[in-house]
């Protein structure tokens, strides 16, 4: 059996229209001054014709698998985070399944929200890990612009299209790759945020619905006590940590996070200025932009952590 799935390569995709603060202020009774104070957010990414979670995930996992430089049909698994899927079914990963041209795989969805990619690596980690598995595609991915009330301003600035995937890796090797991961879910929660629609109830899709004040309360306790668990888990302390990737809902609340644990803000990587908040594709992205732009180095002690609908929440230590 294998001891650990390293991480073998990542990328990221975005819808081609970007739409800053200014834009969404001439359409919504807001301002760039609010929302910059308020959440750090200054711009977003919203899917055009033709975008949709399935194409930007697909995007997303050719770039992480030319950057681990394997070939689509090397990969037996494919676990896609998505709140936002292309349809109720067949699930979106059989569709990144198909573009990839891979005849065989297992092939699924996860639905956590915007912790789905916190799930997603933790199932796929456990199946490389119980030998289901040697190579696996995680992605996460949404189009949430397609949910959003455009006329609830408490929402619909906050959040932004796109996708980041991670290539897993079956190896023997005991210090690298993902050392632990905790989740956790707590539904009394559901209704400070949800979508108001679903096949079974409305037959409609349905549109994103947030107590936002709460929903921050509880993402700082939350989010800190799983980065803590998951520090534990691993027999490591925040001073072991080089860099947190965290979901990207709000500055403010990575700002909150980051003082409770005593971690410095400079290991906190932060695109939510530029992407806003991604849902479940918000940690690989941000995962990405840092690879990419040299931060985050092969060998560095990297943890993600996310929360949102549910609520769930998670965490994740590995060396990258
Ligand atoms: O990804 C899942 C997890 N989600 C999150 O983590 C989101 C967590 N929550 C948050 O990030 C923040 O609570 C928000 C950014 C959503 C809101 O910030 P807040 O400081 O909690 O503001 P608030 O909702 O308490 O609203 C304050 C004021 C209200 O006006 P009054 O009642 O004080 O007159 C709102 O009507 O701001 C007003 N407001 C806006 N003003 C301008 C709300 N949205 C806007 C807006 N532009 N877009």
């Known amino acids: 059996m294998p001891l650990r799935s390293v991480i073998a390569g990542v990328g990221s995709a975005l819808p081609a229209r970007r739409v800053d603060n200014a834009e969404l202020a001439a359409q919504v009774d807001t301002s760039d ?9 200054r711009a977003r990414y919203i ?23 394997l070939d689509a049909s090397q990969i037996d698994l ?17 569709k990144v399944q198909t573009a990839l041209g891979i005849p065989d795989c297992i092939a699924f969805d996860v639905a956590a929200v915007c912790s789905g990619f916190l799930y997603a690596l933790t ?14 595609l ?5 189009t949430f612009s397609r949910i959003l009330d455009w006329e609830d301003r408490g929402t619909c600035v906050l959040f932004g299209d796109g ?39 409305t037959q409609t899709v349905g549109k994103l619905r947030m107590k936002g004040r709460e929903v921050f309360r509880h993402a700082v306790t939350n989010l800190a006590a799983v980065l803590g668990e998951v520090l534990d888990a691993a027999g490591l302390t925040s001073a072991d940590v080089d860099w947190v990737v965290p979901h990207q809902a709000n500055a403010r609340i990575l700002d909150a996070t980051a003082r409770k644990l005593g971690l410095s ?15 479940a594709a918000s940690v690989p992205l941000a995962f990405d932009v840092a690879v990419r732009d040299g931060r985050i180095k092969r060998g560095d002690l990297v943890v993600l952590e996310a929360m949102g609908g549910g609520f769930t929440w998670g965490a994740a230590a590995l060396r990258y």
């Not at 993902?178 to 629609?197: E, K, P």
């Open 33 to 41: 001054e609010w929302i910059v104070e308020r959440t750090g957010i």
């Open 47 to 69: 899917a055009g014709e033709g975008e949709t979670t399935g194409t930007l995930a697909t995007d997303a996992a050719r770039r992480a698998l030319d950057n681990a430089g």
């Open 78 to 94: 494919i676990v896609l985070a998505t709140a936002t899927p292309d349809q109720t079914f067949p699930a979106t990963a059989t």
């Open 123 to 136: 199932v796929a980690d456990a199946m490389i890990r119980g030998g289901g598995a040697k190579n696996a």
């Open 138 to 142: 995680v992605i996460g991915a949404e």
């Open 163 to 201: 996708a980041g995937a991670m290539v897993l890796c079956a190896s023997d090797d005991p210090d690298a790759g993902i050392l632990a991961t905790r989740l956790h879910a707590d539904g009394r929660y559901n209704d400070l945020l949800y979508v108001d629609g679903g096949p079974s109830t």
């Open 265 to 279: 803000p400079d290991k906190i990587v932060v695109t939510v200025d530029r992407h806003a908040n991604t849902s």
